[in-house]
């Protein structure tokens, strides 16, 4: 099995930055992909962008250029650098990790973008 944990949330002025961090355990060797969600109140959840074993990234065009993904192999750690944030940009973050048999999704992580 796979856990993972997201942390780095919080209450950000626009245009200012966070970084969210997704902490890996358990059998992360089978791990072949880790996603950043979101989901804003009355919207599905959306994939903003992912990671997989081999290095290849995923950033979706609603972020591309503010928003990068990079991971810490050693910590086994994903993270998701937000910068220029808008207010658009809040929403409840979630890291899913996805193996060939099955995914973990974390708790969650709120990011509240003031105007």
């Known amino acids: 099995q796979v856990q993972v944990v997201e942390s780095g949330g919080g209450l950000v002025q626009a245009g200012g930055s966070l970084r969210l961090s997704c902490a890996a355990s358990?059998?992360?060797?089978?791990?072949?992909?880790i996603g950043w969600y979101r989901q804003a109140p009355g919207k599905q959840r959306e994939l903003v962008a992912s990671i997989s074993s081999d290095g290849r990234t995923y950033i979706a065009d609603s972020v591309k250029g503010r928003f990068t993904i990079s991971r810490d192999n050693a910590k086994y750690t994903v993270y998701l650098q937000l910068n220029s944030l808008k207010p658009d940009d809040t929403a409840v973050y979630y890291c899913?990790?996805?193996?060939?048999?099955?995914?973990?999704w974390g708790q969650g992580t709120q990011v509240t973008v003031s105007s």
């Open positions: 358990g059998s992360t060797y089978r791990i072949n992909v």
């Open positions: 899913k990790a996805e193996t060939s048999r099955f995914a973990s």
